[in-house]
DNA sequence: CTAGGGTTAG
C-alpha cells in the first residue's frame, strides 16, 4: 500500500514536470487535491515551481500562502518562482518577510537572493545579505561563496571578489570559471588568463570564458588558438568564436568557420547573419536568411528576425521586409515587441509610414524604443507635425522620454522649420527630464536654424555651445548655404570641413554648386584645382534600388545593370511623381 | 530547492 503511494506520487511529480500549459497544469493539480496530497509540502513544492515556470507566479503565491507554516525549502522554492520569472524585487521583499517571522535561511536560500541583487545591481542588499551569510556560517558553501563572487565581480569590485575567492575552503571548477570572468568584465584579460593557467581543472565551460574574453578585447590570435586547442568543443564554444569573427569584423573567418561547423543551432545562423549585418554586408543578411528557411533545420528566433529586418531597413528593401513580416507572423512573433520595433524601423524608412503606425498600433506592449522608433520615423519623413503628436501621446502614455527621443523632435521641428518650439523642446529636454543635451541635440538646433535661413544665429549658436561642433554640423550648415546662396558661412563650413577631412572631395563639390548657383565661375575654376590636388575623384553616387524583390546596387549613369531598363523606367516614373508634388529635382553642378 | 557560458532593434 505504501509503495502504491509513493508510485503515485512520482508519477504527479512527473505529470507536474511536463506541464506546458496552464489548463494542463489545471488537470494535474485536481489530480492533486484528488489523491490527498495537497498537504504535502514536497508535492506542492514541485506545483509552485511548475506555476513559475508556466509564468504564473500569482497562483504560485496563493498555494503558498496556504501552507500554514511554510518551511525554509518552502520559502526557497517561492524565491525560485520569482527569480524565473525576473522579479527580484519580489525576490528580495519575499526574503525579508521570511526573515521577519524568525525563519533562518539555509545554504539554498542565498544563491538565489544574491542572483536577484545582481540582476536589478543592489550592491546595497547583496552587502547586507554577506553580512548574514558570514553572521550564519555559510561562507564556506561554495555556491553561496562563488554567488558572493559573482556579485562583487559584477559590480568591479574584482578585489572583494578575490578576497572571497582566496578565503574560499574548496574551490571547484564553477568558483574558477566565475573569478576568471570576474578578470574578464574588468578588462583585465592578463589576470584573468593567469588564473586559467593556474586552475586544477580546466572545462568547456571555463575554456569558452576565455575565448570570449579574448574575443571581447579583441585578441582573435589567442582566442583561436585557446579553441583549437580545445580537446572537447560543444557547440557554444563553435559558436563563441563565430561571433567573435562577427564582432571583430572579420566576415571571411566567420564565413569559414560556419561552413566547418560539425552542427549548428540557432545561435549559429544568427552569428553569421550578425557578422554580416555589424559589417555593412546587408544582402549577404538576406540570402543567408533564405538558405536558413531552406534548410528547414532551425527556425528563425527574435533575434534573428530583428537583424533580417533591420538589413531590409538599411537597404529600403519594402517588398522584402514585407514578406519578413510575414515570416514573422508564421513563427508567432506577430506580438513580440523587439520584433515590432525593427518591423516599424523597417516599414518607416521604407517610406511606408502606415504600415510602420499600423504595426505601432496593433502592439500590446511597446517600450520605449517603440515609441523612440515611430517618433524618428515620423519626424525623418516629412511628418514632423505627427512626431510631435506621437511625443505628446507619449507623455500621456506615461512613458519617459530618453536623449534619443528628443533627437527625433528636435529634426522634426527642424524639418517643418518650428524654430521657437524647437528650442523650448531643447529646454524642456534639460530642464524637465534633466538630459544632458550631445552633440547630436545640437546639430539638431544648428540644422533647425540654417534650414530656416537664420544662417548667421546657426553659426553664432555653434560658436556659442558647450560641445566642439564636429563634421556632421558643418555640412549641415554647408547644405543650407547652397538652399540659401550664402557664400560666406559657405566658405567658412567648407574651411572647417577639410580641417576634419581634408581628402573628401564631396566638401568642395557643395561649395563648387553654390559659387555655380550665384554664377561664380571664377571661385568655381579655383575650387576645381584645390579639388584635384587633394588626388581624390568623387566616386559615383551609388543607390540601392529594388528590382522584383532583389536589392541592386547601381551608380549614377550605370549602364551595366541587366535590368538597367526598368531602374530607369522606375526613376523616371519617381521624378514625374516627385514632380507632381512641388519637387523640382536639379541636375547638380558637378566637378570634372 | 541551490552556483559558471551566447545573438537582436531606436
Not at 515620423?378 to 502614455?397: I, V
Amino acid at each position: 500500500m505504501l509503495s502504491c503511494q509513493r508510485l503515485l506520487q512520482e508519477r504527479i511529480i512527473s505529470l507536474l514536470q511536463s506541464c506546458k500549459t496552464i489548463k494542463h497544469l489545471r488537470q494535474v493539480q485536481s489530480q492533486v487535491t484528488a489523491n490527498g496530497f495537497s498537504r504535502s509540502e514536497h508535492i506542492v513544492q514541485k506545483v509552485i515551481v511548475a506555476c513559475g515556470l508556466l509564468k504564473e507566479t500569482e497562483c504560485a503565491r496563493k498555494l503558498f500562502d496556504e501552507i500554514p507554516v511554510p518551511s525554509v525549502s518552502c520559502w526557497n522554492t517561492m524565491f525560485k518562482c520569482h527569480y524565473l520569472n525576473a522579479e527580484h524585487r519580489e525576490v528580495i521583499i519575499l526574503f525579508c518577510l521570511m526573515r521577519s517571522f524568525d525563519i533562518v535561511p539555509n545554504g539554498y536560500s542565498f544563491p538565489v537572493v544574491l542572483k536577484s541583487c545582481i540582476k536589478i545591481n543592489a550592491l546595497r542588499e547583496g552587502k547586507e545579505l554577506h553580512c548574514l551569510v558570514t553572521k550564519s556560517g555559510f561562507a564556506s558553501n561554495s555556491f553561496v561563496g562563488t554567488t558572493l563572487v559573482e556579485l562583487y565581480s559584477n559590480r568591479n569590485l574584482i578585489e572583494a571578489a578575490y578576497k572571497i575567492f582566496c578565503e574560499m575552503p574548496e574551490r571547484n571548477v564553477v568558483a574558477w570559471t566565475v573569478m576568471i570572468n570576474g578578470y574578464i568584465s574588468c578588462h583585465d584579460i592578463i589576470a584573468a588568463r593567469r588564473l586559467f593557467d593556474l586552475a586544477p581543472e580546466h572545462d568547456v565551460v571555463m575554456s569558452n570564458t576565455m575565448i570570449l574574453g579574448y574575443f571581447e578585447v579583441g585578441d582573435m590570435i589567442r582566442a583561436r588558438e585557446l579553441f583549437d586547442k580545445m580537446s572537447r568543443k560543444d557547440l557554444m564554444s563553435w559558436n563563441t568564436v563565430l561571433n567573435g569573427y562577427a564582432n571583430n569584423g572579420d566576415v571571411e573567418a566567420c564565413e569559414a568557420l560556419f561552413e566547418k561547423m560539425p552542427e549548428k543551432n540557432i545561435f549559429s545562423w544568427n552569428g553569421l547573419i550578425g557578422g554580416y549585418a555589424h559589417n555593412g554586408r546587408f544582402p549577404q543578411v538576406l540570402t543567408t536568411f533564405n538558405r536558413m528557411l531552406a534548410e528547414n533545420k532551425v527556425k528563425p528566433n527574435e533575434a534573428t528576425l530583428v537583424m533580417v529586418l533591420s538589413a531590409c531597413a538599411r537597404l529600403g528593401a519594402l517588398v522584402l521586409g514585407k514578406w519578413v513580416h510575414i515570416q514573422a507572423k508564421a513563427n508567432g512573433y506577430s506580438g513580440n515587441c523587439r520584433v515590432g520595433n525593427a518591423l516599424i524601423d523597417m516599414y518607416a524608412k521604407s517610406g511606408a509610414m502606415e504600415s510602420a503606425i499600423d504595426v505601432f498600433r496593433s502592439m500590446k506592449r511597446k517600450d520605449l524604443i517603440s515609441w523612440n522608433t515611430m517618433i524618428c520615423g515620423l519626424a525623418t519623413h516629412g511628418h514632423g507635425a505627427d512626431a510631435l503628436n506621437m511625443f505628446s501621446e507619449m507623455k500621456n502614455a506615461g512613458e519617459k522620454p530618453d536623449s534619443i527621443t528628443f533627437i527625433g523632435i528636435l529634426s522634426g521641428c527642424a524639418h517643418m522649420g518650428f524654430v521657437e518650439d524647437g528650442f523650448s523642446y531643447l529646454k524642456s529636454m534639460i530642464d524637465d527630464y534633466s538630459i544632458e543635451p550631445q552633440i547630436e541635440h545640437y546639430g539638431c538646433i544648428v540644422d533647425l536654424l540654417a534650414r530656416a535661413g537664420l544662417l548667421a544665429q546657426a553659426v553664432d549658436f555653434i560658436v556659442k555651445m558647450p560641445k566642439e561642433a564636429d563634421a556632421v554640423m558643418w555640412a549641415t550648415l554647408l547644405a543650407s548655404c547652397r538652399v540659401y546662396k550664402n557664400v560666406e558661412f559657405a566658405e567658412l563650413a567648407l574651411e572647417k570641413l577639410v580641417e576634419f577631412d581634408p581628402k573628401n572631395p564631396t566638401n568642395y563639390v557643395m561649395l563648387s554648386n553654390v559659387y555655380g548657383d550665384i554664377g561664380r565661375w571664377k571661385d568655381l575654376a579655383r575650387l576645381k584645382v584645390a579639388t584635384r590636388d587633394t588626388g581624390f575623384r568623387k566616386l559615383p553616387g551609388c543607390s540601392l534600388i529594388e528590382v522584383n524583390d532583389v536589392v541592386s546596387e547601381f551608380y549614377s549613369l550605370d549602364e551595366r545593370h541587366p535590368d538597367k531598363e526598368q531602374i530607369y523606367e522606375s526613376l523616371k516614373g519617381l521624378t514625374m511623381l516627385s514632380r507632381l508634388y512641388g519637387n523640382i529635382p536639379e541636375g547638380d553642378t558637378d566637378i570634372d
